[in-house]
């Protein structure tokens, strides 16, 4: 079983509408959890960091975590074309694992006009 | 967020030679790390630099073929050595501010080995 799994997509959503992007990982002990974007040919950028269990916005971006289930999952509203792009998840075990990152293997999410 | 500069953006190098890729924080930084991106694939880790001392290697990554130097907390070099074709990769380097755990990257340098 893979530490990070994601569905690879791609994923289609028209513009304006949700695109919903989940993630699970199977180390019960993960601490901390990211979504980064990656754009064809770039290095990933942070867009979202999350720690505890719930939901947590950040402009049209909310992260969900639900530990218990080991789901982490993120949603971005009124999708734009500039959000097409490949999603990463990324997992750390904390500072027992020297706060390393645990990636799944990306969502391509595209946004059609 | 850090600003990470990362050098060479990208190269060309032949089988049998060896690359050195720079990577250069604007402030000092608690942790850094370097991936590799293979074509079509996510990241993995290579190894964790410290400064003052080896580098701790992941699974499946050796120092004779990925020797890393760390001399200072903002300083850190790569070198993949004896380079094949399977070499072609990103490689990105990563800082960790050791806060709250958010880890930013360098825009990378893009390998191909002929």
């Known amino acids: 079983q893979k530490e990070v799994e994601q569905n690879s997509g791609p994923l289609s959503v028209p513009e304006g509408a949700i695109a919903s992007l989940n993630c699970t990982y199977s180390?019960?002990?993960?601490?901390?959890f990211f979504w980064y974007r990656q754009y064809s040919g770039k290095s990933p950028e942070l867009i979202m960091s999350?720690?505890?269990?719930g939901d947590k916005e950040d402009g049209r971006f909310t992260a969900q975590l639900n530990k218990a289930s080991q789901y982490v999952s993120l949603l971005i509203r009124d999708s734009q074309p500039s959000d097409s792009a490949t999603y990463l998840c990324?997992?750390?075990?904390?500072?027992?694992?020297?706060?390393?990152?645990?990636f799944g293997t990306g969502t391509q999410l595209k946004v059609e006009l | 967020s850090a600003v990470i500069s990362q050098k060479p953006s990208r190269d060309i190098c032949q089988r049998g030679t060896s690359l050195t890729i720079q990577c250069q924080v604007d402030s000092q930084v608690t942790m850094m790390f370097w991936y590799r991106q293979q074509p079509g694939q996510s990241l993995t880790l290579i190894a964790t630099a410290n400064q003052g001392s080896e580098a701790t290697y992941e699974s499946g990554f050796v120092i004779d073929k990925f020797p890393i130097s760390r001399p200072n907390l903002t300083f850190s070099t790569l070198t993949v050595s004896n380079m094949s074709p399977e070499d072609s990769s990103i490689y990105l380097c990563?800082?960790?501010?050791?806060?709250?755990?958010?880890?930013?990257f360098g825009q990378g340098t893009r390998l191909t080995v002929v």
């Open positions: 999350i720690y505890s269990n």
């Open positions: 990563s800082v960790d501010r050791g806060l709250d755990t958010e880890a930013f």
């Open positions: 990324a997992v750390n075990i904390g500072p027992g694992g020297g706060n390393k990152l645990t």
């Open positions: 180390d019960r002990v993960s601490q901390s």
